[in-house]
């Protein structure tokens, strides 16, 4: 079984900071994590990886967008990937999900076909759900969305999801689209003898990661943004509350006092 | 006001409303395809079409409803009413349930024969599983989560508003060139309708071929421990930060106010909570109705993290900590002396 991984890098909001009076962003920090969805989805990936053991799958990793460098897929496969592809370009190619999901469905085809392709279901920065359906429909294959768990095996994928407030079990053939919330697992770390190994191209993690040339995939010229950005909108800053001075006595009652009208329990 | 008047105003009001109705089957316009939930349309799929009549109107296109489902025919008033031009509905038992390849098939029948402008869908679960394989096999841009919704007049093009890293802030995003132009709305962005009671028209009927849905349901999930992320849904919150000084007197606060236990990196840090218990934008953001921070500083993150709070108190000894600036009540003192006196006087 091959399961594909898209995963993707998102800039770490430790490192930036909001101003809204001024309506600015400040990078402090240009510090890139994995996109906690997409973590999921790998760790989904693994554990059925190790169900399926001893024949096993073949874990690939791939980027949710054109990235500048390849540390995710690296990350990805010393935590345990088998293998991952950049995806790379000479120019700069500017697609969105709508591009991406062609390249990945031509990438998935150069592979030699895949069973299972599993993906966060959101983004951390824009939130956007869209790049799993999206590649679901490139590759014409059914999609669940939203897993909380993710079991694959004999030719179908079960996943439970939530839906209202019971959790339920879906189940369709494979191949299929799976997307993970960020939440649903908790995901392993990355090996640190593997993660030296990937770096340093030792052993059998030296050609772990391919680089792939977009070009060789789809016509870059038809790759163009369907979506564009104008401009960015903040919220009003909050306005200051009351503040309590006094006595502790007098803080602690007045405190409770307002604690008893706002949660009445 | 004379009665006859009025009724004779109502009159001409309903000749444009029919002759409307009967244009209405041109192509093009703004489509909300509204979800059924319970036998009513959905809050957000009202919604939607509020938002959809204030962008046609400045436009100059027609709204459309499309209603899909089983029993739906009576729901098309309600969409008339909250402002639609036009509905179709698709009332078929193989669509009782949502299930993805039956409802695609029908829009997108649907979508080839009309070309919409404009497609709206709620950002539902149904929402979310239909527009981006609409958007995909149209070839249409796809904006998600919009919270605002402008226009764009020499271009015809909608700009909607969608929050970053949650609602740190909005990034506007639009599409000029493809079509159609998939939106699909955030609930509770934009107002309801007022639902006039005099607007109504005749719904057009789709024909639907039945389709086999490819994702079978196999009923409850059977020992499943969901994920343990109840915090975010927490209704009384009681964090505790690197000041707050006894962590037994933050659980008691906890268990007096009927609420959970949570608190900032430097909590975690301490020992007093585990990482899913850490409110941040990188670990959980809240929207309880009350939220008391003991003790924490409060950072930018901490800060959007508990924005939607309806209600923060905020304990600390320093005057300058940021979280006295998105607290509702702030309490400048040390919470190893107000705690014990805030337990006693709550009993």
């Known amino acids: 079984m091959r399961i594909l991984v898209i995963m993707g890098r998102v800039l770490d909001p430790g490192g930036i900071a909001v101003n809204r009076r001024r309506g600015r962003i400040f990078v402090n920090r240009e510090e890139y994590v994995m996109q906690p969805a997409d973590r999921c989805a790998l760790e989904a990936a693994l554990r059925i990886k190790d169900g399926l053991q001893p024949r096993g799958a073949e874990v690939v990793a791939l980027p949710r967008s054109v990235l500048p460098d390849d540390d995710v897929l690296r990350l990805a496969v010393a935590t345990g990937a088998d293998r991952a592809?950049?995806?790379?370009?000479?120019?700069?190619?500017?697609?969105?999900?709508?591009?991406?999901?062609?390249?990945?469905?031509?990438?998935?085809?150069?592979?030699?076909?895949?069973?299972?392709?599993?993906?966060?279901?959101?983004?951390?920065?824009?939130?956007?759900?869209?790049?799993?359906?999206?590649?679901?429909?490139?590759?014409?294959?059914?999609?669940?969305?939203?897993?909380?768990?993710?079991?694959?095996?004999?030719?179908?994928?079960?996943?439970?999801?939530?839906?209202?407030?019971?959790?339920?079990?879906?189940?369709?053939?494979?191949?299929?689209?799976?997307?993970?919330?960020?939440?649903?697992?908790?995901?392993r770390y990355p090996d640190g003898v593997r993660?030296?190994?990937?770096?340093?191209?030792?052993?059998?993690?030296?050609?772990?990661?391919?680089?792939?040339?977009?070009?060789?995939?789809?016509?870059?010229?038809?790759?163009?943004?369907?979506?564009?950005?104008?401009?960015?909108?903040?919220?009003?800053?909050?306005?200051?509350?009351v503040r309590v001075t006094g006595a502790p006595r007098e803080m602690a009652q007045a405190l409770a006092d307002a604690l008893r009208q706002w949660a009445p329990s | 006001m004379d009665a006859s008047y009025l009724d004779l105003l109502m009159a001409q009001q309903e000749e444009p409303a029919e002759a409307e109705g009967m244009e209405a089957e041109g192509g093009g316009g703004i489509w909300v395809v509204a979800d059924v939930a319970n036998g009513a349309v959905t809050p957000v799929a009202l919604q939607a079409l509020g938002a959809a009549r204030t962008l046609a109107d400045s436009l100059g296109a027609y709204v459309y409803g499309v209603l899909l489902g089983e029993d739906t025919t009576d729901l098309a008033q309600t969409l008339y009413q909250a402002?639609?031009?036009?509905?179709?509905?698709?009332?078929?038992?193989?669509?009782?349930?949502?299930?993805?390849?039956?409802?695609?098939?029908?829009?997108w029948d649907l979508i080839e024969a009309q070309q919409p402008e404009v497609v709206m869908f709620g950002a539902t679960a149904q929402g979310q599983a239909l527009a981006p394989r609409l958007a995909q096999r149209t070839g249409g841009g796809l904006i998600e989560h919009v919270v605002t919704a402008t226009l764009d007049e020499a271009t015809r093009t909608v700009q909607g508003g969608f929050p970053i890293y949650n609602g740190e802030y909005f990034q506007i995003a639009a599409c000029p060139q493809a079509r159609p132009q998939f939106l699909t709305i955030q609930p509770g962005a934009f107002p309801t309708p007022f639902l006039d009671p005099y607007r109504k028209g005749e719904p057009t009927m789709?024909?639907?071929?039945?389709?086999?849905?490819?994702?079978?349901?196999?009923?409850?999930?059977?020992?499943?421990?969901?994920?343990?992320?109840?915090l975010a849904q927490a209704r009384v919150i009681v964090a505790a930060g690197r000041q707050a000084g006894d962590f037994e007197l933050v659980k008691q606060l906890a268990a007096a106010l009927g609420g959970q236990v949570a608190g900032d990196r430097g909590a975690r840090d301490a020992g007093w909570i585990e990482p899913e218990q850490i409110v941040d934008v990188r670990g959980v953001k809240v929207a309880p109705d009350v939220y008391v921070a003991v003790g924490i500083r409060g950072n930018t993150f901490h800060g959007a993290a508990i924005e939607e709070a309806k209600f923060i108190v905020a304990i600390h000894p320093d005057p300058d900590a940021p979280i006295f600036e998105v607290a509702d009540l702030c309490l400048e003192a040390n919470p190893q002396e107000v705690l014990p006196l805030l337990l006693e006087a709550l009993g």
Do not use: C
């Open chain 1, 85 to 187: 592809i950049h995806l790379t370009s000479e120019g700069t190619v500017e697609a969105d999900d709508a591009g991406i999901a062609q390249v990945l469905a031509a990438a998935a085809e150069r592979l030699g076909g895949a069973d299972l392709v599993l993906t966060g279901a959101t983004t951390l920065d824009t939130g956007q759900a869209q790049l799993g359906p999206r590649l679901a429909e490139a590759l014409g294959w059914p999609q669940i969305l939203s897993a909380l768990h993710v079991e694959a095996s004999d030719g179908h994928v079960a996943v439970i999801l939530k839906q209202g407030k019971q959790y339920v079990t879906v189940e369709a053939d494979l191949p299929a689209v799976v997307t993970v919330l960020p939440d649903a697992l908790k995901p």
């Open chain 2, 83 to 107: 402002g639609a031009d036009g509905v179709r509905v698709a009332d078929d038992p193989s669509l009782a349930q949502f299930a993805l390849e039956p409802y695609l098939s029908v829009l």
């Open chain 2, 206 to 230: 789709i024909d639907v071929e039945p389709v086999e849905p490819a994702v079978r349901m196999l009923g409850p999930a059977r020992d499943f421990d969901p994920p343990p992320a109840p």
């Open chain 1, 195 to 241: 993660l030296i190994n990937v770096y340093k191209r030792i052993g059998e993690l030296a050609a772990a990661v391919e680089q792939w040339d977009v070009a060789d995939l789809v016509d870059v010229e038809a790759l163009t943004p369907l979506l564009e950005k104008r401009g960015q909108d903040f919220p009003p800053e909050r306005e200051r509350g």
